[in-house]
């Protein structure tokens, strides 16, 4: 890529809000995954769940089925 065309990329997104400034380049991101398919998370920090780890115990009441009183009149 040129210089100048560097600068002129640059220039633009000063331009920006800093809203716009974070799409872009958020969009950057997504375009460098996109031709690359590096991952731009850092792989080694993420939590990966372990087996069991969702694995509880959920108890439904036997009147869980039954009409709610508040929508007796619509019924």
Not at 43 to 53: K, L
Not at 61 to 68: G, K, N, S, V
């Amino acid at each position: 890529m040129s210089a100048i065309l560097k600068e002129r990329i640059l220039k633009e997104i000063q331009l920006l809000s800093e809203s716009a400034q974070i799409e872009v380049y958020n969009y950057l991101l997504l375009i460098k995954h996109k031709y690359t398919k590096k991952t731009w998370l850092n792989t080694d920090s993420v939590i990966r769940p372990t087996f069991g780890c969702g694995s509880i115990k959920i108890k439904m009441l036997e009147d869980f089925d039954a009409p709610l009183e508040d929508f007796k009149e619509y019924m």
